[in-house]
C-alpha cells in the first residue's frame, strides 16, 4: 500500500471516528479564529478557551483590538503562557487586519505567515477553516501520529507538511489532518498510546500489542 492509498484507507476510517472535525478552538469570527490560534501556541486549546471570551468581549474586532492597552491585554490572556509576546503579536496582527474591507483575513500562505506570531501551522488552520484550502496542519499531535502510522520520518514540521502535501492527494489533506489531531487525543497518546482500542490498528507498523 503506498502513502496515498494508506490515507485513503486511514481518511474513511477516521471521517467515521470523527464525524466532527471543527477547531476544538471556540470561536464566532475568522479574526477570532486566528486570534485563538496564535494564542494556542505551547498551551492546551482549553486554556484558550478559558481567556477568548473575557479578550474578545472586550476586543470584539481587531479595530478594538489594535487600540488595546497592551497591560491589560497581558493580564487577560496570561493563563496562556508567553503572554507579553502573544500580547505583543496579536495586538500588531490586529493593527494589520484593521483597516481591511470587513476585517477580513488574508487568503495566502505568504500573506498570513507575514502577520505577526503566524506560522505555517497558524495559516494552515485559517486556511483550511475559513477557506476551504486543503491544508496539511502539522501540530504535535499530527506529528506523532503520521510518524506512528508510517507516513513520514520527518521530524521537522515544514518537511513533513511539504512531504505530505506532495503524497497525499488534496480531496484528503484537511480531514486527514483534522482527523489525525482528533486521534492523538482520543488514542494515540504520546506515552500510552491506545492501540488495543484504537480502530487503525490493522494499519499501523507501531502499533503496540499489549503483553499476553
Ligand atoms: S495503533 Fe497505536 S500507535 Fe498506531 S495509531 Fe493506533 S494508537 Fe497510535
Same mark, same amino acid.
Given at each position: 500500500?503506498?502513502?496515498?492509498?494508506?490515507?485513503?484507507?486511514?481518511?474513511? @476510517?477516521?471521517?467515521?471516528?470523527?464525524? /466532527?472535525?471543527?477547531?476544538?478552538?471556540?470561536?464566532?469570527?475568522?479574526?477570532?479564529?486566528? @486570534?485563538?490560534?496564535?494564542?494556542?501556541?505551547?498551551?492546551?486549546?482549553? +486554556?484558550?478557551?478559558?481567556?477568548?471570551? $473575557?479578550?474578545?468581549?472586550?476586543?470584539?474586532?481587531?479595530?478594538?483590538?489594535?487600540?488595546?492597552?497592551?497591560?491589560?491585554?497581558?493580564?487577560? @490572556?496570561?493563563?496562556? #503562557?508567553?503572554?507579553?509576546?502573544?500580547?505583543?503579536? @496579536?495586538?500588531?496582527?490586529?493593527?494589520?487586519?484593521?483597516?481591511?474591507?470587513?476585517?477580513?483575513?488574508? /487568503?495566502?500562505?505568504? $500573506?498570513?505567515?507575514?502577520?505577526?506570531?503566524? #506560522?505555517?501551522?497558524?495559516?494552515?488552520?485559517?486556511?483550511?477553516?475559513?477557506?476551504?484550502?486543503?491544508?496539511?496542519?502539522?501540530?504535535?499531535?499530527?506529528?506523532?501520529?503520521?510518524?506512528?502510522? #508510517?507516513?513520514?520520518?520527518?521530524? $521537522?514540521?515544514?518537511?513533513?507538511?511539504?512531504?505530505?502535501?506532495?503524497?497525499?492527494?488534496?480531496?484528503?489533506?484537511? /480531514?486527514?489532518?483534522?482527523?489525525?489531531?482528533?486521534? +492523538?487525543?482520543?488514542?494515540?497518546?504520546?506515552?500510552?498510546? /491506545?492501540? +488495543?482500542?484504537?480502530?487503525?490498528?490493522?494499519?499501523?507498523?507501531?502499533?503496540?500489542?499489549?503483553?499476553?
Amino acid at each position: 500500500m503506498n502513502k496515498a492509498e494508506k490515507a485513503r484507507a486511514v481518511t474513511d @476510517i477516521l471521517r467515521k471516528e470523527y464525524p /466532527d472535525r471543527r477547531p476544538l478552538l471556540n470561536y464566532e469570527t475568522p479574526y477570532q479564529l486566528l @486570534i485563538a490560534v496564535i494564542l494556542s501556541a505551547q498551551t492546551t486549546d482549553a +486554556g484558550v478557551n478559558k481567556v477568548t471570551p $473575557e479578550l474578545f468581549r472586550r476586543f470584539p474586532n481587531p479595530a478594538d483590538l489594535a487600540d488595546a492597552n497592551p497591560a491589560i491585554v497581558e493580564e487577560i @490572556i496570561r493563563p496562556t #503562557g508567553f503572554f507579553r509576546m502573544k500580547a505583543a503579536h @496579536i495586538i500588531k496582527t490586529a493593527t494589520a487586519l484593521k483597516d481591511r474591507p470587513d476585517h477580513s483575513l488574508p /487568503d495566502t500562505m505568504k $500573506e498570513l505567515t507575514a502577520l505577526p506570531g503566524v #506560522g505555517r501551522k497558524t495559516a494552515n488552520v485559517i486556511l483550511y477553516h475559513i477557506f476551504d484550502t486543503p491544508a496539511i496542519i502539522v501540530d504535535t499531535h499530527f506529528k506523532r501520529v503520521s510518524k506512528r502510522l #508510517g507516513f513520514t520520518r520527518f521530524t $521537522e514540521p515544514e518537511k513533513i507538511e511539504k512531504q505530505l502535501l506532495r503524497a497525499i492527494p488534496r480531496e484528503l489533506q484537511s /480531514d486527514l489532518s483534522m482527523a489525525l489531531n482528533l486521534h +492523538g487525543r482520543r488514542y494515540c497518546f504520546a506515552r500510552k498510546p /491506545d492501540c +488495543g482500542n484504537c480502530p487503525l490498528a490493522d494499519l499501523c507498523p507501531s502499533r503496540v500489542t499489549p503483553a499476553s
